[in-house]
């Protein structure tokens, strides 16, 4: 897994085009230069923007994003717990109301609506755990690349469990997609864990190796 996008180039320069002898042809290169603000309005700019929007998934908008969720094989959509008639105040037997407001029943759909960043973190997630072999350097390597350097994983060695340990709070947004889609790279048939912790830790090594005593890290 690569953290950095190839560059590519648009542009289209169709003033080559002209020969030296061309030089006092001013019609003719008029003609030539009206074809290249054609070019670099429908070619150029047009392929910037799809590299920028679809391709590059650090900069891809929602569409994109949706592109790269059907290559994927990954789903967008989660579907929200229904909620009971208990607690629920409204008008008539079917609970019309306001819509979405304080205890009133909500209408139509139960599906959550995901941030934009939080779909560029499924992708992300979904991209290592197709392309990842489970060992633990390539797995570390996709979690620096997908979080930063205070994320890291842990391997129990025993197959029953891996570890995926932050130092630092995880957002609530970056919560909510761990705990509903398992795209955590890791050794098939092992299970996972999610760690914070907070604290300031003391041990030895990148990963805080250490003693497993009192405040060290595991």
């Given at each position: 897994?690569?953290?950095?996008?190839?560059?590519f180039?648009y542009s289209?320069?169709l003033?080559?085009?002209l020969?030296w002898?061309?030089?006092?042809?001013?019609?003719l290169?008029?003609?030539?230069?009206?074809k290249?603000s054609w070019y670099?309005?429908?070619?150029?700019e047009?392929?910037?923007n799809?590299?920028?929007?679809?391709?590059?998934v650090?900069?891809a908008n929602?569409?994109?994003?949706r592109?790269?969720s059907?290559?994927?094989?990954?789903?967008?959509?989660?579907e929200q717990?229904?909620r009971?008639d208990?607690h629920?105040?409204?008008f008539?037997?079917f609970?019309?109301?306001f819509r979405?407001?304080?205890?009133f029943k909500?209408?139509?759909?139960n599906?959550?609506t995901?941030s934009v960043?939080?779909?560029?973190?499924?992708i992300?997630l979904?991209?290592?755990?197709?392309?990842?072999r489970?060992?633990?350097?390539?797995?570390?390597?996709?979690?620096?690349?997908i979080?930063?350097?205070n994320?890291?994983?842990?391997d129990?060695?025993?197959m029953?469990?891996?570890?995926?340990?932050?130092?630092e709070q995880l957002?609530?947004?970056?919560?909510?997609?761990?705990?509903?889609?398992?795209?955590l790279p890791r050794?098939?048939g092992v299970g996972?864990?999610?760690?914070?912790y907070?604290?300031r830790?003391f041990?030895f090594?990148?990963?805080?190796?250490?003693?497993?005593?009192a405040?060290?890290?595991?």
């Amino acid at each position: 897994m690569s953290d950095t996008v190839t560059e590519f180039d648009y542009s289209v320069d169709l003033t080559k085009a002209l020969l030296w002898e061309y030089n006092d042809a001013e019609k003719l290169q008029s003609l030539i230069n009206q074809k290249q603000s054609w070019y670099n309005e429908n070619l150029t700019e047009f392929w910037q923007n799809w590299y920028n929007d679809v391709f590059n998934v650090e900069t891809a908008n929602d569409f994109g994003l949706r592109v790269w969720s059907i290559i994927l094989n990954v789903s967008f959509s989660i579907e929200q717990e229904e909620r009971t008639d208990d607690h629920i105040w409204g008008f008539g037997g079917f609970h019309k109301n306001f819509r979405d407001k304080a205890n009133f029943k909500p209408v139509g759909n139960n599906e959550i609506t995901l941030s934009v960043e939080q779909k560029r973190l499924i992708i992300k997630l979904r991209y290592a755990q197709l392309v990842s072999r489970g060992t633990l350097p390539e797995i570390n390597s996709a979690l620096r690349l997908i979080f930063n350097h205070n994320v890291f994983a842990v391997d129990s060695y025993d197959m029953s469990s891996f570890y995926m340990v932050s130092t630092e709070q995880l957002t609530a947004d970056v919560q909510y997609v761990l705990e509903k889609y398992d795209l955590l790279p890791r050794p098939a048939g092992v299970g996972i864990e999610v760690i914070v912790y907070t604290i300031r830790e003391f041990g030895f090594a990148p990963y805080y190796n250490n003693f497993n005593d009192a405040y060290f890290g595991e």
